[in-house]
């Protein structure tokens, strides 16, 4: 697997990337920041996608980047400062940079997928990262509707085998996590993960829990993501006696795919039952926890689509889970939904 060109690639650009968006967290968050500044987050996704387009084009080309931010948003005059600050974040893994380069590259992220492409989520959780909680940089290869290639850089995570979920490693080394269809998923510390020292990496295989009344069942924390009855009443289903963990971004496949949950479940909102998943928030995550023994499909047991768009638009929802308990939770689901 680590002799592939497009892993060397997708390693190195999620390593950078994660560094990046550390050192803006690093620089741009303080005690003094307001609930409604959101500016470091919104350096660091784009910094960040800047950063792995202008990989991605001195490395692939000819295969486009379905990226989550837009170029024009930073070209309005009131973005000026966010543009200076992109631009001097950018300009310390690429010199020279001007900002109109990282526009450029920004907006090569606006691409419409094709027969092969990559996706990123530059900074999945963005809640979590202006928190200081959990948040990832995501990056995936997608061939004709499959994921080849999947990578998460957990900045917040220390180790997926043992989560401090509730006091994230934010000064630590992070987590990498690198996954191919047949390749098994593998994790390494962020900042020792390099082709220089494979032996830093660990293979993760899911949990053996096959008992509804012991998993351990992950939720967004973002009440606006989930639908959090439905999720209390399916706990209540399964006669689950672990009380669900709220947590951030696609760390949570990373846990699961460790083995230290064993369902994760995305429903619904009421106020937005026509909610489409996008590719970038579950095209990594859910080759990840494949690879290490888990299942993922949507609410009515399907496949995730990455083939038609920006959006899982044939799929309703997310159940992943460690693959034991996965028909229990769509028969579950299906009696709390009828």
Request: proline content about 4%.
């Amino acid at each position: 697997m680590f002799d592939s060109l497009e892993v060397k690639f997708a390693m190195r650009a999620v390593c950078q990337a994660a560094q990046l968006v550390r050192t803006v967290q690093a620089e741009m968050i303080s005690p003094a920041l307001t609930k409604e500044d959101r500016s470091p987050v919104t350096v660091a996704d784009f910094a960040a996608q800047a950063l792995v387009a202008q990989l991605l084009a001195e490395t692939f080309a000819d295969q486009p980047l379905v990226g989550e931010e837009q170029a024009a948003v930073l070209r309005e005059p009131e973005q000026h400062e966010h543009l200076r600050r992109v631009t001097e974040f950018v300009g310390r893994y690429v010199a020279d940079v001007t900002s109109e380069q990282a526009l450029e590259w920004i907006a090569l992220g606006e691409a419409e997928p094709t027969d092969l492409f990559w996706t990123l989520d530059p900074v999945d959780g963005t809640k979590g990262f202006l928190r200081g909680d959990q948040y990832v940089v995501a990056l995936a290869q997608i061939e004709r509707g499959e994921v080849k290639v999947a990578v998460l850089g957990c900045p917040g995570l220390a180790d997926a085998h043992r989560p401090n979920i509730n006091e994230p490693d934010i000064n630590g080394q992070g987590s990498l996590l690198v996954a191919t269809p047949g390749g098994g998923t593998w994790t390494a510390p962020l900042e020792e993960a390099s082709l220089e020292n494979l032996a830093a990496f660990r293979r993760l295989h899911v949990s053996d829990i096959d008992d509804p009344r012991r998993a351990r069942l992950l939720r967004s924390v973002e009440a606006a993501h989930t639908n959090m009855g439905g999720i209390g009443a399916l706990a209540v289903e399964l006669a689950t006696e672990v009380e669900a963990v709220p947590m951030d971004s696609q760390a949570k496949y990373a846990v699961l795919a460790a083995g230290e949950a064993e369902l994760l479940v995305r429903l619904l909102s009421p106020t937005r039952p026509d909610y489409r998943e996008k590719i970038w928030d579950q095209a990594a995550g859910s080759l990840i926890l494949e690879e290490a023994g888990g299942r993922i499909t949507d609410l009515d047991g399907r496949s995730l689509d990455f083939s038609v768009g920006r959006t899982l638009a044939k799929n309703r929802g997310i159940l992943a889970t460690n693959g034991r308990l996965h028909d229990a939770a769509l028969a579950a689901l299906s009696r709390i939904s009828a």
